[in-house]
Antibody, heavy 124, light 107 residues
Framework: QVQLQESGPGLVKPSETLSLTCTVS??????????WTWIRQPPGKGREWIGH??????????NYNPSLKSRVTMSVDASTNQVSLKLKSVTAADTAIYYC?????????????WGQGTLVTVSS | AIQMTQSPSSLSASVGDRVTITCRAS??????LGWYQQKLGEAPKLLIY???RLQSGVPSRFSGSGSGTDFTLTISSLQPEDFASYFC?????????FGQGTKVEIK
């Protein structure tokens, strides 16, 4: 079955760029049936949808949360079957558990597969 | 952004109890809502999609209802493995938004 696994540095310095990878196993990131999504949850706070990426061949289609749009970049690497997230100019407010998830595009959509999440702390 | 108000934030219940959790959307979202379960340190799990459709493999004691702005997740007879956190998530428009979550604890 499809599994998602997030990975990346657990500690990032303020003002630097947070970079995470989601490795997809048992399925393909090039499928046009799914959005590949990043979600985060700061400690003790609510969940926030960061955005998603839809594979489109040479280039993909992205949709980002307006609250983060100026700092976020998502991409997909078909050769490694990975989805990446970059968040620049981080502050302590970006400390959170970051999840990748798969959102079904067609029919009755849902976020049907999630990773376990990875904690990223922003601190000097 | 659509605000999702989930209640209660926590509840204590016993095995066998009927449990109800609600989510209210700040505007109509048709039936574009899912319910998820999350246990500590684990990936969230889809329980209900399109407000009332049971995800494959999920026990039938879980059910969802509602449309428009008001939605309910019901666990008909709470089992030991159901003690977890639950949240709703709207997929009507962007950005996707979440309820704050409900922690179900053992009484």
């Amino acid at each position: 079955q499809v599994q998602l696994q997030e990975s990346g540095p657990g500690l990032v310095k303020p003002s630097e760029t947070l970079s995470l990878t989601c490795t997809v196993s048992g399925g393909s990131v090039t499928s046009d049936s799914y959005y590949w999504t990043w979600i985060r949850q700061p400690p003790g706070k609510g969940r926030e949808w960061i955005g998603h990426f839809l594979y489109g061949g040479v280039s993909g289609i992205t949709n980002y949360n307006p609250s983060l749009k100026s700092r976020v970049t998502m991409s997909v690497d078909a050769s490694t079957n990975q989805v990446s997230l970059k968040l620049k100019s981080v502050t302590a407010a970006d400390t959170a558990i970051y999840y990748c998830a798969r959102e079904v595009r067609f029919g009755a959509s849902a976020f049907d597969i999630w990773g376990q999440g990875t904690l990223v702390t922003v601190s000097s | 952004a659509i605000q999702m108000t989930q209640s209660p934030s926590s509840l204590s219940a016993s095995v066998g109890d009927r449990v109800t959790i609600t989510c209210r959307a700040s505007q109509g979202i048709r039936n574009d809502l899912g319910w998820y379960q999350q246990k500590l340190g684990e990936a969230p799990k889809l329980l209900i999609y399109a407000a009332s459709r049971l995800q494959s493999g999920v026990p039938s004691r879980f059910s969802g209802s509602g449309s428009g702005t008001d939605f309910t997740l019901t666990i008909s007879s709470l089992q030991p493995e159901d003690f977890a956190s639950y949240f709703c998530l709207q997929q009507y428009n962007y950005p996707r938004t979440f309820g704050q979550g409900t922690k179900v604890e053992i009484k």
